[in-house]
């Protein structure tokens, strides 16, 4: 799997939920805009729980995670900081938290603290399907 993405490694964060704690990922959100997925279409499997909202993505064939649209803003990608070319992922330095396993107060605190709120109707499956829909066969 291949992808392109303009990112800033100063908004690196990382997230205490379980799924990003046994993952180890290192968060850099984007627009939708500043993604593209550029070979693995086919290999691009979702995993949902919860709400269905998040669309936690992985290569069927490596089981990596890539990126995923995550519940807290359905219509951006948050790419895996460690999955990106010419990084040191140990070097790493996260200066962004998002408390996920206080989803529900973590987004609030988000949200007043000048974060976007996520647009009416806005849904991961729809940003994952648009991201689809533009990458190559």
């Known amino acids: 799997m291949r992808f392109r993405a303009e990112v800033d490694l100063d908004h690196l964060s990382n997230c205490s939920c379980s799924v990003c704690t046994k993952k ?10 500043a993604f593209q997925l550029l070979r693995g279409k086919d290999s691009l499997k979702s995993y949902t729980f919860g709400t269905g909202i ?15 649209i995550p519940r807290s803003q359905p219509h951006r990608v948050i790419v895996n900081a460690r999955c990106l070319d010419g990084i040191d992922g140990p070097g790493l ?45």
């Open 93 to 137: 330095k996260p200066t962004r938290f998002f408390d996920g396993r206080h989803w529900e107060d973590a987004q609030r605190h988000r949200i007043a603290e000048g974060g976007e709120a996520p647009p009416p109707g806005a849904h991961g499956a729809k940003t994952l399907q648009a991201i689809l829909d533009r990458a190559p066969e």
């Open 54 to 68: 998040a669309q936690h993505t992985f290569c069927a064939h490596c089981g990596m995670h890539p990126f995923y």
């Open 24 to 33: 180890g990922m290192m968060h850099l959100s984007m627009d939708l805009a």
